[in-house]
């Protein structure tokens, strides 16, 4: 986990990078409320459908996802959230590099 510092400004664009053909991830913060974590996936990688016991609350930062909630397709571009509900399944594709904040909150 890195180091975040309370009361400073942080940029998750240079935080983490693009990786060919890779998925990087970095956890910012953890406890028993959730977490937040930083993702940069380079095109084609993916994440198969799955569910949580959370709220997830997605801030795409860089380029776009595409994530199929309940086998329903959406594309979320840079600046746009979107919120995945507690134990819907989903799924994550990555068309082009793209980097997003994940919220991971209890319901």
């Not at 949580?52 to 959406?74: C, K, N, R, S, Y």
């Not at 979107?82 to 399944?89: G, L, R």
Request: charged share 20%; glycine share 8%; net charge negative.
């Amino acid at each position: 986990m890195t180091k975040f510092e309370k009361g400073k400004a942080l940029n998750p664009n240079e935080v983490v990078g693009y990786q060919d053909g890779g998925i990087v991830s970095m956890e910012l913060l953890h406890n028993k409320q959730g977490s937040i974590t930083l993702f940069a996936f380079s095109k084609g990688q993916q994440l198969s459908p799955h569910s949580a016991p959370l709220d997830a609350f997605i801030q795409v930062t860089d380029g776009e996802m595409v994530i199929t909630l309940d086998d329903e397709e959406h594309h979320v571009r840079s600046g746009e959230v979107f919120m995945i509900p507690a134990t819907h399944v989903h799924a994550v594709r990555a068309e082009q590099d793209f980097k997003m904040i994940l919220t991971m909150v209890k319901s």
